[in-house]
C-alpha cells in the first residue's frame, strides 16, 4: 500500500522516557507534527495524517502517559515544560533540518501553544494549527481582563466558560474521578462519544487507563498556570479553529481581540462542528490544516527569495 496510507512505527528516545511515534510519507518533505488531546491517543489522527501525507511528511506520537508511550511516575512530571521537552525531542528526531508545522487538538493544542511561545522554540517551528484548547496563560489573562471590566457581556462569557469547565475541578477531586473512570467512563467512552458528540469513535483497550492517568495533565498545569498567567507570545503564524459547537472551549475564549495581543499572525476560522472535530469531520480538518501550512510555505518561500534578491 501506498507510504501515505500506512503508518511507519517507532519509539523515539524523550528526556525522560521513549515516545511511541507514526509516520506516514516521505520523510524528506516538510514535517507537520500532530499532537493528540486528553484523553485520546495518536490514533484520533488515523484518518487524517494520511489525507496530509500525499505532500508533506506527517508525524504523529503518543503523549507521555498515553497510548504506547512511557508513564511518568508522578504528577509534577506531567507539567507543560516536560511535555514540550518530549514534543523538542520528537521534533529533532523526525525533522532534523527543517522546521515543522505543528497541529494540535485539545490538550494536544495546550501543549502546542506552550511550545509556540517557548523562544527557545523559535525557528523550529514553522506554523501552528490548535483546535479546541487555548493557551492556559493567554485564558488566564482572558478571565482577568472580564473581571476587570465586568460588562454584562463580559460577564456573561466568564460564567458561560465556567460552565462548560466543570470537569476541571471534577478531576481535580479524589478517589471520585478515578472510580469513574473504572466504571463509567472508560468502559463506555466510545458510547458516551457517539451519544453525548454524536461522533463515530471505537472503544480501545487502553481507553480506561489513559483517562486515569490523563487528568495528571490537568491537577499539573491548570491552577498555577491559570492563577498566575505569565506573558507568551507566538513566535510562529498561528490559526485558530473554532468548532463553534464545542461543549468545553467557548469561541470568546479565542477572541481576535484578545489573541492578537499574544499572536502577530492570526488566522481564525470557525466551523461548524463539536469537540472533536478531528474525528467527526477529518476531511474538512485536513483541508483547513492543508490550506494553511500551504499559505505559510509561500509566504515563507517568497520572504526566503526576497532575501537573496537583497
Not at 533540518?97 to 509556540?116: E, T
Not at 478517589?175 to 453525548?196: A, E, F, I, K, Q
Request: aromatic letters at 8%; one cysteine or more; charged letters at 20%.
Amino acid at each position: 500500500m501506498p507510504s501515505a496510507l500506512v503508518p511507519r512505527t517507532r519509539l523515539v528516545p524523550g528526556p525522560d522516557g521513549p515516545l511511541a511515534v507514526q509516520q506516514w510519507g516521505e520523510s524528506g518533505r516538510s514535517t507537520i507534527v500532530l499532537i493528540h488531546g486528553y484523553p485520546d491517543h495518536s490514533g484520533i489522527w488515523s484518518k487524517i495524517a494520511p489525507l496530509l501525507a500525499d505532500q508533506w511528511h506527517v508525524v504523529a506520537y503518543d503523549v507521555r502517559g498515553a497510548g504506547a508511550s512511557f508513564v511518568p511516575a508522578s504528577t509534577a512530571d506531567y507539567r507543560l515544560p516536560r511535555l514540550v521537552a518530549d514534543l523538542r525531542a520528537v521534533i529533532d528526531t523526525t525533522s532534523p533540518d527543517r522546521p515543522v508545522h505543528l497541529v494540535a487538538h485539545d490538550w494536544g493544542s495546550i501543549q502546542g501553544w506552550d511550545a509556540v511561545t517557548d523562544p527557545t522554540l523559535r525557528g523550529r517551528i514553522a506554523s501552528y494549527s490548535s483546535c479546541s484548547g487555548p493557551c492556559l496563560d493567554h485564558a488566564g489573562h482572558w478571565m482577568r481582563d472580564r473581571l476587570r471590566r465586568p460588562t454584562p457581556r463580559h460577564l456573561a462569557q466568564y460564567l458561560m466558560q465556567g460552565l462548560r469547565s466543570w470537569y476541571i475541578a471534577f478531576f481535580h477531586l479524589p478517589v471520585l474521578p478515578t472510580v469513574m473512570w473504572h466504571t463509567v467512563m472508560g468502559p463506555h467512552w466510545s458510547r458516551w462519544l457517539r451519544w453525548l458528540e454524536r461522533t463515530p469513535a471505537e472503544q480501545r483497550a487502553g481507553q480506561t487507563a489513559d483517562g486515569v492517568r490523563g487528568m495528571r495533565l490537568y491537577r499539573a498545569n491548570m491552577l498555577s498556570r491559570m492563577l498566575r498567567p505569565g506573558d507568551r507570545h507566538a513566535h510562529a503564524p498561528v490559526q485558530v479553529i473554532v468548532p463553534l459547537r464545542d461543549r468545553y472551549v467557548g469561541p470568546a475564549l479565542s477572541d481576535p481581540a484578545h489573541l492578537a495581543r499574544w499572536v502577530p499572525q492570526l488566522h481564525r476560522v470557525e466551523v461548524d462542528a463539536g469537540h472533536w472535530l478531528p474525528l467527526q469531520q477529518p476531511a474538512l480538518f485536513a483541508r483547513l490544516v492543508r490550506g494553511f501550512v500551504r499559505r505559510v510555505e509561500r509566504q515563507r518561500r517568497q520572504t526566503a527569495g526576497q532575501r537573496i534578491k537583497a
